[in-house]
C-alpha cells in the first residue's frame, strides 16, 4: 500500500500524487508501487526492498542521491490467539525531495504520523521527521516492555500454585521476546550513533539535542530489556524448581491418603472373603455391619492423626 502525505500549516494531508517535501509510506508494497518509486527517485531496488526482509540487519547506507536508515521496530503478532512480542525492519530513505519510508506491517511507529493534527510535525524538515520516527519507536519499545513486564508479573501469580508447564512456556515466549528487543536495540544503537557521527544528514541544535534523546531512550529500553530478560531467566530457573515441588506435594498427599484407606479397605475385603461366619468377630450380631464400619473408621482417624502429627499431610 502506497501513501503520499506532506504537512500544511501543522496539519497532515493526504496527497494523490508526490509532491516537494512530501512522505511517501510504503506498507507491504506491490511490485508496481516499488518500481514506481524506484524509477522516480532513482533508488537501488534492493535497498527499497531491505526493509521486506525480516531478516535484514540494521545499517546505514549512504548512496550518490539518497540515504538509507534501516532499524528494526517492535511489532506485535498473534499466536494461538496470544500477543506475540517480534521485531521487524523499518526503511527510511532519504532523498532530495522526500522521505520514503518501507515496512512489512502497519505499525504504530508511523501511523500516529499519519493522523490529521500531528503535532510538531513538518515533511519539509527532513532529519527531524526521521529523528522523531527514531524517538517514537525507542518510545514503543519502553512502553512494550513494560507491557511484557506486566506479563509475567500475572504469569507469576498463577506459578505459585501450579504444576503443569503451561505458564513456563509463556515465560519462555516473553524471554524470547526480551531476547528479540534486546539484539534490535543493540543494532539500533550502532546506527544512531553512526547518525550521530554523520554529516550526510544534516542536523541543527534542535536536532541534535534531539538525537540525543533518541540515544538515550535507546540506552533505556536496552538497560530494561536487559533487565527483565535477567529477571525472567531466573524466574524460570526458581518456578520450575516450585513445580516440581507442587507436583511433589501432591503425590506426597495421594500417598497419604492411599494409606489411610487402606485401613478400611483391609477390613472390608477380609470380611468380604468367602468362609464361615464361625470366628468372625460380630457376624452373628445384627449390629455387626455398623461395628464394622465405625471401627474401621476409628482405626482410618487414628491413622490420619499420626500421619498428621508427623506433619505428612
Not at 91 to 101: E, H, P, Q, S
Not at 257 to 273: E, N
Not at 291 to 296: G, N
Request: hydrophobic letters at 45%.
Amino acid at each position: 500500500m502506497k501513501k503520499i502525505f506532506k504537512t500544511f500549516e501543522a496539519e497532515m494531508r493526504q496527497l494523490n500524487e508526490p509532491e516537494k517535501d512530501c512522505w511517501i509510506s510504503l506498507v507491504k508494497p506491490t511490485e508496481k508501487e516499488l518500481a514506481e518509486v524506484t524509477e522516480q527517485y532513482c533508488i537501488e531496488p534492493d535497498d527499497l526492498r531491505a526493509a521486506l526482509d525480516e531478516e535484514e540487519r540494521s545499517r546505514i547506507e549512504l548512496e550518490d542521491n539518497y540515504t538509507l536508515i534501516l532499524v528494526d521496530i517492535p511489532a506485535v503478532e498473534k499466536s494461538k490467539g496470544k500477543d506475540v512480542y517480534v521485531t521487524e525492519p523499518l526503511g527510511i530513505i532519504l532523498v532530495k525531495d522526500a522521505i520514503i519510508t518501507v515496512c512489512l506491517e502497519e505499525t504504530p511507529v508511523l501511523y500516529s504520523l499519519k493522523q490529521k493534527h500531528a503535532n510538531e510535525l513538518r515533511t519539509h524538515m527532513r532529519t527531524r521527521f526521521v529523528l522523531q520516527i527514531l524517538y517514537r519507536n525507542a518510545s514503543l519499545y519502553l512502553q512494550y516492555l513494560r507491557v511484557i513486564n506486566k506479563l509475567s508479573d500475572k504469569i507469576e501469580q498463577k506459578l505459585h500454585g501450579s504444576t503443569e508447564n503451561r505458564e513456563l512456556i509463556e515465560l519462555l515466549e516473553l524471554e524470547k521476546s526480551l531476547v528479540y528487543f534486546t539484539t534490535s536495540l543493540r543494532s539500533n544503537e550502532v546506527v544512531l550513533e553512526k547518525l550521530l557521527k554523520s554529516d550526510r544528514v544534516k542536523k541543527y541544535p534542535e536536532d541534535q539535542d534531539l538525537l540525543e534523546d533518541v540515544i538515550v531512550e535507546n540506552r533505556q529500553a536496552i538497560e530494561m530489556a536487559s533487565i527483565y530478560s535477567g529477571i525472567l531467566s531466573g524466574m524460570m530457573d526458581a518456578f520450575a524448581s516450585v513445580i516440581s515441588n507442587n507436583l511433589n506435594i501432591v503425590m506426597k498427599f495421594l500417598a497419604v491418603m492411599t494409606i489411610v484407606l487402606a485401613v478400611p479397605t483391609i477390613i472390608f475385603s477380609a470380611y468380604g472373603m468367602n468362609v464361615a461366619g464361625e470366628g468372625m468377630p460380630f457376624a452373628d450380631s445384627p449390629w455387626g455391619f455398623l461395628a464394622i464400619i465405625l471401627i474401621s473408621l476409628a482405626i482410618s482417624i487414628v491413622v490420619a492423626y499420626y500421619l498428621a502429627k508427623r506433619k505428612m499431610f
